[in-house]
């Protein structure tokens, strides 16, 4: 990653007004952060009931714990290499900030990755809700 880029990505993390879109950079270089990977099952992606009460995923516990700790990343990992009508599963926590019933941390980041950002590999919603680095 360049230097200019680098801290492109840099300031819009501490701004942390929008998700992001970064192509071709892999989910591990990110302090702090969870990764959940695009495929993940929508029923482990929302969360699920115990008897009467609603639970969140298990992600979503281990994103609370980190946020803890100061500023937390929650990446989802390849979005382009699922199909598009599943990639807006991922919606609600790119526009809401939120999972479910659940809020996402205040001090947490979204960032989503990819291999390739060309439109026919991204669902037109899912890219719009994105700032791209």
Not at 35 to 41: G, P, Q, W
Not at 50 to 65: A, D, G, M, S, V
Not at 81 to 90: D, G, N, S, Y
Not at 103 to 122: E, G, I, Q, W, Y
């Amino acid at each position: 990653m360049n230097k200019d880029r680098l801290s492109l990505l840099e300031n819009y993390m501490q701004s942390g007004i929008s998700p992001l879109l970064i192509q071709n950079i892999p989910a591990t270089v990110f302090d702090n952060a969870v990764i959940i990977k695009a495929d993940i099952d929508r029923l482990q992606l929302n969360g699920h009931y115990e008897n009467i009460e609603f639970c969140p995923p298990e992600w979503y516990k281990t994103l609370l714990e980190k946020s803890k700790l100061g500023p937390v990343i929650l990446v989802i990992e390849n979005i382009n290499e699922i199909a598009l009508e599943e990639q807006t599963k991922f919606v609600e926590i790119l526009k809401y900030k939120k999972v479910s019933t659940f809020d996402l941390p205040k001090n947490c980041f979204v960032v989503a990755t990819c291999s390739d950002l060309r439109m026919h590999k991204m669902n037109e919603e899912v890219y719009s809700l994105c700032a791209q680095i």
